[in-house]
């Protein structure tokens, strides 16, 4: 009887070396999964870093230039030579006006 038990066992044992083998397997792919999912997610993140660190820097650049002295001093700049434009159009308009009245009295003398 103890034969028995122990062929029994023996079959049993390598049924169990067998399972354990495949459960080894499955955790080895499993692994390799996570590894590479690990890697991927790691890639992901480092490119998130990066473009987040871009986007700062250009809202910083796009901050100063809106807050530039120079911007500032080009719109006033060009008020400045809109108002010159809109006087030197009128002087225009004026002096049209001053010909076109000394070209009358030319012709009724």
């Known amino acids: 009887q103890l034969e028995k038990q122990n062929e029994t066992l023996k079959k049993t044992q390598s049924v169990l070396q067998s399972d354990l083998q495949g459960i080894l397997k499955k955790f080895d792919e499993f692994s390799k999964q996570v590894s590479g999912s690990n890697k991927r997610h790691s890639e992901c993140k480092e490119e998130i870093d990066s473009l987040q660190a871009h986007m700062e820097d250009l809202e910083k650049e796009n901050s ?3 807050s530039s002295a120079r911007l500032s ?9 809109q108002k010159q434009c809109d006087a ?14 000394l070209k009358e009295q030319l012709r009724e003398r």
């Open 64 to 66: 100063e230039l809106r």
């Open 73 to 81: 001093e080009l719109a006033s700049e060009q008020q400045v030579m």
């Open 88 to 101: 030197l159009e009128k002087l225009c308009d004026n002096l049209q006006k001053d010909n076109q009245k």
